[in-house]
């Protein structure tokens, strides 16, 4: 079946580099899309969000990226500190309200 | 202090006793949801509601049940649980404002069935 996947598992990054994480999903119909941080131990925490007709949304040190075309999604935090080493989650919303997420990327800063 | 509760926060049973988790948030969303985490399948969604009395199965809801009677409660139901119900689940409170989706999640239920 369909499924939103993510390219790669797990990222490091030096303190004050920038951090991009990349996310492909497969249905073309997604109308959103959302991505999260879960630190260990606590719930997702809504980082950023895109609606279809858009193709970039910043937010503070952050900002999303869509690419209909090849069905991309990219997050890029800025300056990345040692408190963004977290579990990254995009997710889509597909036709009737329902959420697909991805598997997670595990983001490492290095001091 | 906007937020979502869940209770019990750790549940250990064992096969086919009943049981209920419950979701309560204080935003007055209107869209509550709940979710399972397991490792390697991140989350996926069980059941979801827009409204009172208005319940959607989600991506996996085989084993499970829900209600809502009133806008601020969510509860999951498992009537006859089993080792592969053993998760992580979250329940998630979303505003709609605009086509845009801010689900807040509560701090979740690790639930072992055994």
């Known amino acids: 079946g369909e499924s939103v996947g993510l390219h790669l598992p797990t990222l490091s990054v030096q303190e004050g580099d920038n951090s991009i994480i990349n996310c492909a999903y497969s249905n073309s119909a997604s109308d959103y899309f959302i991505w999260y941080k879960q630190e260990s131990g606590k719930g997702p925490q809504f980082i950023i969000d895109i609606r279809s007709n858009m193709d970039k949304r910043q937010g503070q040190r952050v900002t999303v990226l869509l690419n209909k075309t090849v069905k991309h999604l990219s997050l890029q935090i800025a300056a990345t500190q040692p408190g963004d080493s977290a579990v990254y989650f995009c997710?889509?919303?597909?036709?009737?309200?329902?959420?697909?997420f991805g598997t997670g990327t595990s983001l490492t800063v290095i001091p | 202090e906007a937020q979502v509760t869940q209770n019990p926060r750790y549940l250990i049973t064992v096969t086919g006793k009943k049981l209920t988790v419950t979701c309560s948030q204080n935003m007055n969303h209107e869209y509550m949801s709940w979710y399972r985490q397991d490792p390697g399948l991140g989350l996926r969604q069980i059941y979801y509601s827009m409204n009172v009395e208005v319940t959607d199965k989600g991506d996996v809801p085989e084993g499970y049940k829900v209600s809502r009677k009133e806008k601020r409660n969510f509860p999951l139901i498992l009537e006859s649980p089993s080792p592969n119900q053993t998760s992580l689940y979250f329940c998630a409170s979303t505003s709609v404002h605009r086509g845009f989706y801010e689900q807040y999640f509560g701090p979740g239920t690790r639930l072992t069935v055994t």
């Open positions: 997710a889509e919303k597909r036709p009737g309200n329902q959420f697909y």
